[in-house]
């Protein structure tokens, strides 16, 4: 089966708290690309990152990292000294390479909420 | 300022009007998608064009007719909806599209708010 499951539903934090949110995947494929987008009430998808399934480098961008996790499944999003304009739907993303197509199979989203 | 336009940004429909969405990116990229998301559930994917001809329908109701006149073009053009078609319509490109092109990052639009009375 190709998963993504991201079991948070909704996370609420106060300004300056640092949040991780969790997102757990399932695929057979051996080469896969994993993605975070961010949605803010706006309604467009932000593209915050991509990783291939080769690369297990943690990555960081400002106050933005990833911690990728190929043993666990896990690629999950840390948002450190969180701000109000960080509250968004955040969705994690899984293509896997056997599709061919590209496709992106999300998770369900977790809703972020920083209060000032 | 998001690179793919979305226009309008709301409509408001009744069950018997035709109407269309637009969206336009000037990236270069070849791939461009239509996604359906109801609130609260992540996007589903509902067409893709690549260099301008359509590669996926996902099952997708007559309904709904998609049309990609040029490569920075999108159009889908509605007719006939029913009120469960109420939804955000996202349109989203990237530079090509599929595993050839290493999965390149969709980028999307602010989305047609679209409501069927």
């Known amino acids: 089966a190709q998963k993504v499951t991201q079991a948070q539903t909704e996370i609420s934090v106060v300004e300056k708290e640092d949040v991780t949110l969790d997102c757990v995947y399932e695929t057979r494929d051996t080469t896969y690309y994993l993605f975070w987008y961010k949605q803010p009430p706006s309604g467009e998808l932000v593209f915050l990152i991509r990783?291939?399934?080769?690369?297990?480098q943690n990555e960081i961008s400002g106050r933005y990292s990833w911690n990728f996790q190929k043993s666990t499944s896990s690629f999950n999003f840390t948002i450190t000294a969180s701000q109000v304009v960080d509250s968004a739907v955040y969705f994690c993303a899984l293509s896997p390479l056997s599709s061919n197509t590209g496709k992106l199979i999300f998770g369900q989203g977790t809703t972020l909420q920083v209060k000032p | 300022d998001t690179e793919v336009t979305q226009t309008p940004k709301h409509l408001v429909m009744g069950m018997t009007n035709k109407k269309s969405l637009k969206c336009e990116q000037h990236?270069?990229?070849?791939?461009m998608y239509w996604y359906k998301q109801k609130a609260k559930k992540p996007p589903e994917l509902m067409f893709v064009?690549?260099?301008?001809?359509?590669?996926i329908n996902e099952s997708v109701p007559s309904r709904f007719s998609p049309e990609c006149p040029n490569s920075s073009l999108l159009n889908l053009h509605l007719h006939a909806l029913q009120p469960e078609d109420s939804a955000l319509y996202l349109c989203?490109?990237?530079?090509?599209?599929?595993?050839?092109?290493?999965?390149?990052?969709?980028?999307f639009g602010d989305g047609t708010r679209l409501s069927i009375l």
């Open positions: 064009y690549s260099y301008e001809k359509l590669s």
């Open positions: 990783r291939n399934s080769f690369d297990e």
């Open positions: 990236m270069g990229h070849r791939a």
């Open positions: 989203a490109s990237s530079q090509v599209y599929g595993t050839g092109g290493g999965n390149q990052p969709q980028h």
